[in-house]
């Protein structure tokens, strides 16, 4: 299981793997240089430069090349250093800053995973807002602080499974999706919450394309119940920072339990409806890609198999190829939402 109760002088998994980045000044000071375990079996290791903030910044860079990074506001800036660990976490290695933020799918930048980091350089995120509509009570456009200015920053690490089966460990910040949503007063209405990307093709080249596969702005959406799950998160930052432009900054979804796509960037709408909304994949490709897109090693992919994932890093020699869970291993948490389902139908 991945979800792991932690108490707040417990050892936080950013701690104790190799990615001494995840450690740095706030996240020291927070655990007053003392690590405790609680009975979680976990091990100490790779902690020999936690105590060094600048090493840490340092690794948060190394390897990073080219990937721009978000010049985020000072307030932005402040509360993603404000987050406090969070009961959701898991002892497995995190994937290295260079690959979250280097390898991506962002399909308005580009085909290539290399491409969103290439070219969000252009990416406009201050002054940012999100409209709120449809079955809800208090519709409106609220400025970014506004949305975010009432709620506290958590940290979650969460796995990362892509549809295109490989896979990323990635520490999250961020706030609770339904935290947010209920400030809205949802109508009885509301059944479902839709999602909109920014639609911007003089920053976004993807949208620009005349030979593009999907159709813009991007659309996401889930049941509402999906919605209010305690695992579904709103991220404004990645390791610790705010979100560099090809992961979505400043505002981007996390669904752990579904693939990737689900996930939605750079939203700018939320809308409340009373019927499931047309995805941007569903539309695109129905037969390949389904509204729910639970993580499910039971059902393939019409041209692939979903049983095995590729856990990056990854090369040719050595391949990190592991055995995919359903729901990518939080079926604890999500499983009743789908209780006498058809997974297969409802793919």
Known sequence: MLIKTRKSGDVRSSEITSESVYQDRRRFLRMGGQFAFAGMGLALAGCSDAADPQSAKKMASSGSGDVPQLSAPDWLQQKVASSKPSRFTTDEALTPYANVTGYNNFYEFGYSKDDPAKNAKNMKTDPWS????????KPGKYTLEDMLKPHDVEDRIYRL????????????????????????????KAKYVQFETLYAPEQMPGQRSSFSA??????????????MNPLTFMAIGVYGKTLPPQNGAPLRLIVPWKYGFKSIKSIVKIRFTETMPRTTWVKSGPSEYGFYANVNPEVDHPRWSQKKERRLPNS?????????????????EVAHLYKGMDLRKFY
């Open 130 to 137: 999100v409209v709120v509509e449809g079955e809800v009570e």
């Open 161 to 188: 499974r892509c549809v295109e089966a490989w896979s990323m460990v990635i520490p999250w910040v961020g706030i609770s999706l339904a935290d947010m949503l209920k400030r809205f007063q949802p109508t009885s």
């Open 214 to 227: 999907i159709e813009y702005p991007y659309v996401e959406g889930l049941r509402i119940d999906e919605a």
């Open 316 to 332: 040719i020699w050595e391949p990190n190829q592991i055995e995919t869970q359903k729901f990518n291993g939080y079926g604890e």
